[in-house]
């Protein structure tokens, strides 16, 4: 069994959300640490002078209780984590961080701009130090 699971949560799609929490649930012994990440995407500096601080830290305080209320509803106690920056780097680091052993990402069906720059799920896969599970 896994020792630590890493669930990147993306707080606009819940409900794909509760679905890689129920996955993390059912991969996960009574000792298996399970993780629960969400990133809140950096404001470039020119845009964030313009934002005042408040809102900024609101959408992590709104980012903490949702998490919140995903992981008491499934019944498991979870840690969560709330980081800013960029989405597949800071998971990556994070999974690092946490020594997970397995990461489970939902996906999306990919767009023209994600064969050029590449989906965070994509990102993720190629670079994890672990095994990950993308969820479609």
Known sequence: ???????PI?????????LTID????????DTRIVLLNV???IPGWASVAIPTEI???????AQDALKAVANACGRKMDMIVRTGRSY??????????ES???????HRPGLQD????????????????????VR
């Not at 069994?1 to 669930?7: A, E, H, T």
């Open 23 to 30: 996955l993390a649930v059912a991969h996960a012994s009574d």
């Open 10 to 18: 993306d707080i606009a799609h819940l409900a794909e959300g509760k």
């Open 40 to 42: 809140v995407e950096e």
């Open 56 to 62: 900024i830290q609101k959408s992590t305080t709104d």
């Open 101 to 107: 052993d397995l990461i489970i990402i939902a996906s």
């Open 89 to 98: 780097s800071t998971i990556l680091d994070v999974a690092q961080e946490v």
């Open 115 to 134: 064969y050029f720059l590449g989906s965070t799920a994509a990102k993720v896969v190629r670079h994890a130090p672990c095994s990950v599970l993308v």
């Open 1 to 7: 069994m896994y020792k630590s699971i890493l669930v």
